[in-house]
C-alpha cells in the first residue's frame, strides 16, 4: 500500500455524513469567500509528505502539509513551489482559495502546478483526479475545477504537486519608472508592483542575466516589496491598470503585467456580469446536493 | 395530391447554411475519420461562418435531439473527432481568423480554426508565439488544440495549452453561449475554462479563444548528443533535469527514428547511435551559457559520444524539422503506422523504453521511438503494412501491452493525444469507477442530453445511457 492510503481513506471517512463540514487548514486565508456557517464540523487533511524524487520534479503530500515544509523539503535539493504564501499556509487551503503568488507573472497561476489530487466527497467517498506526471491529458481536468473552488466541491486530501528549480540569483529593485515601459524592456521578470509612483521589480536567474536586467531598469537594489494592502482585491485585465491611478486615492499596489491590485480599502470586483453561472450552479448541485461541504463560502 | 414533406435535420442544416451544408458520399467519407486508424459516419458535415451559425446548428441538433461533433483539422490520433451515433460534423475550418492582438495584454483572440503555425507567425513581427507547439502545428487549429489540451515538444518549460489559453466564447451543447476564463487573472466563480480545455468537445464548442503571448527567447541553443546505449540517453535525460535545467524542449530520438528521419531530411543526424538527444535551451543568455555547459558535463558523465551544437538557425531549423517530421518519415520503411501516447515518470524511461521494444519484437513488429523525453511522454510508433492478413490485431495487441507496461511504471494513459474513442476502455486502469462516475456528473452539467460527441472519454455505462453504442461504426476499435 502506497504512503499516503491510509490517511486519505482516514480523512475521507471523518467528512461523512449528513451534517455540515468544513475543512481547516492553515487559516491563513480563512476570510476569502464568505464566513462558513457556525454549525459546521470541523476536519482537518492528512499532513505529511509521501513522496518526493527531485528529478522528477514532483512531490506527492497530504492536502494539510503546510507550505514551509514543502517549501524546506525542496530547498534541500535547489526546488521550490513558486507560491508566496506564509509558512503556516497548507497546501491544500493554498489550492482551494487559488491565489497566486506575486511572482505570478513569470511562473504562471497555482492551479498550473496541481498535477493530481485526491478529494473526499459530499458522501466521504475518495476520488482520484489528474495523474502523477508532468503531463497528462487522461480524463477531465476536475483537478483544476477544484482549484478556487474553496472546498464547495470537494475537500483535498492529498496532492501530487510540480516544483521548479530555485533560480540561482533573484533580486529586487525599485524607483520610478513607467512600469509598462519596463515591463516591455524586460524578459520575464518575476514581479513588478505599482504603487501609481513607485516601482518594485523582482529579476530572478542567472546572476549574468540578472545584473544586466538590473542595469536596464535604471532601478536601486532593495530589500524587497512592501507589504501588500490586504483589505481588497481586484482582478482587471493587465492593461487597466494604467487608470489606477485616477481611479483610487487610498493606498494600492498592482501585479504590472497580471493585473491583480492589492488594496486597503475592502473593494473587490462586480460579479454582476459572470457567464455560465447555470453550469455552476449544476455543477454543485450534483457534486454536492446537501450543500453540506463548506457551507458559507460563495464562489460565484 | 401530395402531402408536406415534414422538413429533415439536412433541410433545416440546409436553410441555416446553405451550400454550407453537406451530405456528399465523398465527404461523408471524408469527415468519417481523424488521424487515428478509427472511422465512422457522419449524416452532414457543417461549415459555419461565425458563432450564431454554430449556435442554430446546435439549436437545430438539440431539436432533432441529433449528436454533434465540433472538428478542427482532423489531426487528433485517438479518435476523439470519429462521427458515432450519425452526428452532424461542425468544422471549425471557416472560422480561422486572429481577431485581435492586444501586445498591451499580451493575449489574442483567434477563432477555433486559426492553425496553430499561423498564429505564431502573425505574432511573429511582435516577437511573440504561441507556446504549444505540436508536431501537426503546420496543420492543427487552435479550437483543436483546446479540445485536447495539445502539448508539444516546448511544453516541458512552458507548459500545455491549458496555460496558455485564458478565456473561450464556447456554445455550449444547450446552444447557448457563454465565456469561459478571463482576460484578468481571476475571474470569479469555479474554472470552467479550465475544465473545458481537455474535453474532447464533449462540452460545447468553442467559438473564439483567448490565447496568451509568450515573448520570444532572446537566446536559444540547440544541442544534439547522441548516445551509444539508449539507457545513457535515457539517464541523462533525468540528469539534467537534476542538475536544475529545464529546457525549452528535451526530445529523444532512438536507432530506427534516427535512420528514417536521417534519410528523410539530411541533418546529419548520426545514424550509427543508438539513440540521440535534442536538446533546447532558451532565455537570457547568462543562463543558456551556464546551462550549455552543464549539459557538456552531463554529457560527458553519461558517455554521450559527442554534443553538437547548431551553429545557427538554419541548422537549428533542420534539426527541429527531423524531430517533426519524424512521423511522415516512417513512410519510408512502412506504409502504415500507429503511434501511441504515454507519460511515465522520467526515472522509468530506460524501464519502459525496453518494455516496448521488447513487445514490438513479440508482435514482429517494428518499434520507433522519437518522444518527449524531459517529460516522460512517450511516443513508441508501431510501423506497420495495413495490406498484411492480421497485421491490425497485432499492432492493437501490442499496443494494450504498452499502455499496461506505462501504468504498471506509474504512469498515465495519454500525455497530449487525448483519450477519445481510442483509450476510453483503458481508463479503468487510471481511474475507479466512482472516479469515472464523478467525472461524468460533471460533464453532464454541460451536457444533460449527452448530444456533444458522444461516446468520447469515458467508458460506456460511467454513467450515462449507452444509447448511442448500437450506432458504433463497424471497425471502432473501443
Known amino acids: ?300 | 395530391m401530395s402531402s408536406k414533406r415534414k422538413r429533415t435535420i439536412f433541410d433545416e442544416l440546409k436553410v441555416l447554411l446553405g451550400s454550407r451544408t453537406r451530405a456528399d458520399d465523398m465527404e461523408l467519407q471524408l469527415y468519417g475519420k481523424d488521424s487515428s486508424v478509427l472511422s465512422g459516419v457522419p449524416s452532414t458535415v457543417c461549415f459555419p461562418v461565425n458563432v450564431e451559425e454554430v449556435q442554430g446548428i446546435v439549436s437545430i441538433c438539440n431539436r432533432f435531439q441529433r449528436p454533434f461533433i465540433a472538428r478542427g483539422s482532423g489531426t487528433g490520433l485517438a479518435g476523439g473527432a470519429v462521427p458515432i451515433g450519425n452526428p452532424v460534423i461542425i468544422s471549425t475550418a471557416k472560422m480561422n481568423k486572429v481577431l485581435e492582438i492586444d501586445l498591451e495584454d499580451r493575449i489574442a483572440w483567434v477563432e477555433p480554426g486559426v492553425l496553430n503555425l499561423d498564429l505564431s507567425k502573425a505574432l511573429l513581427e511582435f516577437g511573440f508565439h504561441f507556446a504549444p507547439d505540436p508536431s501537426s502545428q503546420q496543420v492543427c487549429s487552435i479550437g483543436g488544440n483546446v479540445a485536447n489540451n495539445s502539448g508539444g515538444p516546448h511544453c516541458l518549460a512552458y507548459g500545455v495549452t491549458t496555460s496558455h489559453v485564458l478565456a473561450a466564447e464556447v456554445v455550449l451543447p444547450n446552444a447557448e453561449v457563454v465565456t469561459l476564463g478571463g482576460i484578468d487573472p481571476e475571474p470569479k466563480g469555479y474554472d470552467l475554462r479550465g475544465l473545458f480545455i481537455g474535453s474532447e468537445g464533449t462540452m460545447g464548442i468553442a467559438t473564439k479563444v483567448a490565447v496568451r503571448l509568450t515573448p520570444n527567447p532572446p537566446d536559444v541553443r540547440t544541442l544534439l548528443l547522441d548516445f551509444a546505449d539508449v539507457s545513457d540517453g535515457a539517464l541523462a535525460v533525468s540528469a539534467i533535469i537534476n542538475a536544475g535545467i529545464i529546457p525549452a524542449a528535451l526530445e529523444m530520438m532512438d536507432h530506427n527514428a534516427i535512420g528514417i528521419v536521417e534519410a528523410f531530411v539530411h541533418a546529419g543526424y548520426p545514424v550509427e547511435a543508438a539513440a540521440v538527444l535534442l536538446v533546447e535551451l532558451d532565455g537570457l543568455s547568462g543562463a543558456v551559457e551556464a546551462a550549455v555547459q552543464t549539459i557538456n558535463d552531463v554529457a560527458k558523465i553519461h558517455n554521450a559520444g559527442s554534443v553538437r551544437v547548431a551553429k545557427d538557425e538554419t541548422e537549428r531549423a533542420l534539426l527541429w524539422k527531423g524531430r517533426k517530421n519524424a512521423f511522415g518519415a516512417v513512410a519510408r520503411i512502412k506504409p502504415d503506422y500507429y503511434l501511441h501516447d504515454t507519460v511515465v515518470p522520467r526515472s522509468k524511461l530506460v524501464e519502459v523504453l525496453n518494455q516496448v521494444y521488447q513487445i514490438a519484437d513479440k508482435y514482429e513488429l517494428i518499434a520507433i521511438n522519437v518522444f518527449h523525453a524531459g517529460d516522460g511522454n512517450l511516443h513508441p510508433i508501431l510501423a506497420y503494412d495495413a495490406r498484411e492478413p492480421g497485421i491490425l490485431e497485432r499492432v492493437h495487441s501490442a499496443g494494450d501491452e504498452i499502455i499496461k507496461a506505462s501504468m504498471e511504471a506509474g504512469g498515465v494513459l495519454s500525455g497530449e493525444h487525448g483519450i477519445g474513442l481510442e483509450k476510453r476502455d483503458f481508463m479503468h486502469l487510471l481511474f475507479s469507477a466512482h472516479d469515472m462516475f464523478t467525472q461524468d456528473l460533471v460533464r453532464e452539467a454541460f451536457d444533460p442530453q449527452g448530444l456533444a460527441n458522444p461516446m468520447k472519454v469515458l467508458p460506456s455505462g460511467s454513467r450515462c445511457s449507452d444509447s448511442f453504442k448500437q450506432n458504433l461504426p463497424e471497425g471502432v476499435w473501443v
Not at chain 1, 229 to 246: D, N, T, V, W
Not at chain 1, 261 to 268: K, M, Q, R
Open chain 1, 1 to 300: 500500500m502506497n504512503l499516503g492510503t491510509i490517511e486519505r481513506q482516514e480523512f475521507a471517512a471523518s467528512v461523512a455524513g449528513s451534517d455540515l463540514v468544513t475543512v481547516v487548514g492553515g487559516k491563513t486565508q480563512w476570510d476569502v469567500g464568505g464566513t462558513i456557517d457556525p454549525n459546521a464540523r470541523a476536519v482537518s487533511a492528512p499532513v505529511g509528505i509521501y513522496d518526493y524524487t527531485p528529478s522528477e520534479m514532483t512531490l506527492r503530500c497530504g492536502a494539510g502539509t503546510t507550505v514551509g515544509e514543502i517549501q524546506d523539503i525542496l530547498g534541500e535539493h535547489a526546488q521550490m513551489l513558486p507560491v508566496n504564501a506564509e509558512r503556516g499556509s497548507t497546501i491544500g487551503g493554498i489550492l482551494a482559495v487559488g491565489r497566486s503568488g506575486i511572482r505570478r507573472l513569470r511562473y504562471g497561476a497555482v492551479r498550473d502546478y496541481l498535477l493530481e489530487s485526491w478529494h473526499a466527497d459530499h458522501e466521504g467517498k475518495l476520488v482520484k483526479s489528474g495523474g502523477p506526471t508532468i503531463k497528462n491529458v487522461s480524463g477531465y481536468d476536475l483537478c483544476r475545477l477544484l482549484v478556487g473552488s474553496l472546498g464547495t466541491l470537494g475537500f483535498l486530501a492529498e496532492v501530487t504537486v510540480r516544483s521548479l528549480p530555485i533560480p540561482p540569483c533573484s533580486r529586487w529593485m525599485t524607483g520610478v519608472c513607467d512600469p509598462f515601459d519596463l515591463q516591455s524592456k524586460l524578459y520575464r521578470p518575476s514581479c513588478i508592483l505599482w504603487n501609481g509612483n513607485q516601482v518594485w521589480v523582482l529579476l530572478e536567474g542567472h546572476p549574468v542575466d540578472v545584473e544586466r536586467e538590473a542595469s536596464i531598469t535604471g532601478l536601486s537594489e532593495c530589500s524587497g516589496p512592501p507589504v501588500l494592502p490586504s483589505a481588497g482585491r481586484l482582478s482587471l485585465r493587465p492593461k487597466l491598470l494604467r487608470e489606477l491611478p485616477q481611479m483610487y486615492k487610498q493606498d494600492w499596489l498592482a501585479e504590472i503585467g497580471v493585473g491583480l491590485v492589492h488594496l486597503s480599502e475592502t473593494i473587490n470586483n462586480d460579479q454582476s456580469s459572470l457567464s455560465a453561472v447555470t453550469v455552476m450552479r449544476d455543477i454543485k448541485t450534483r457534486l454536492d446536493p446537501t450543500g453540506r461541504l463548506n457551507p458559507g463560502r460563495e464562489v460565484f
